[in-house]
């Protein structure tokens, strides 16, 4: 197991500490168990998709937020009331709960979420504001007057 320090990067660079963070936290979460698995697609230029194996939950036992670019995916089981009165021989379905976290870069926003066949699909998409957005500049064609020429030419 390696471990990082990012100090020196604190000390020569002004204003990347969110990099540096970010940085940090994911030298921290790739450590993490990899349950339940997910993929992480780009679908057009500006738009993703996170797909998350979430077998054997119900729409009701998950739950999607997204609070400072921080998209947090959670998986609790409700009690299982069938599964009392059953006796496995082999339990090799992961019924357990999760905390998925997945770190958004700005202006992406989540635009929707569905469950299907087992696999929970979450559509992303970057939303750049107008004023960040690139913009073509006309040229125009015209001479420049500089002030006090014109007078001079006309006497």
Do not use: C
């Amino acid at each position: 197991m390696r471990t990082y320090d990012f100090t020196p990067l604190y000390r020569s660079a002004v204003g990347f500490d969110r990099l540096a963070g970010l940085l940090e936290s994911a030298a921290r979460t790739s450590q993490e168990n990899g349950w339940p698995p997910y993929n992480i697609e780009t679908t057009g230029e500006n738009a993703y998709r996170i797909e998350i194996a979430v077998a054997g939950f119900k729409p009701d036992e998950l739950n999607i937020e997204v609070k400072e670019n921080l998209l947090t995916v959670t998986g609790r089981k409700t009690a299982n009331d069938d599964a009392e009165g059953r006796n496995f021989l082999h339990r090799g379905l992961a019924e357990r709960d999760f905390e998925r976290r997945f770190q958004l870069a700005d202006y992406v926003v989540v635009k929707t979420a569905d469950l299907v066949n087992g696999l929970l699909s979450i559509d992303l998409e970057r939303e750049l504001p107008e004023a960040l957005k690139p913009r073509r500049i006309e040229i125009g064609g015209g001479s420049r007057l500089i002030e006090g020429k014109k007078g001079k030419a006309a006497a």
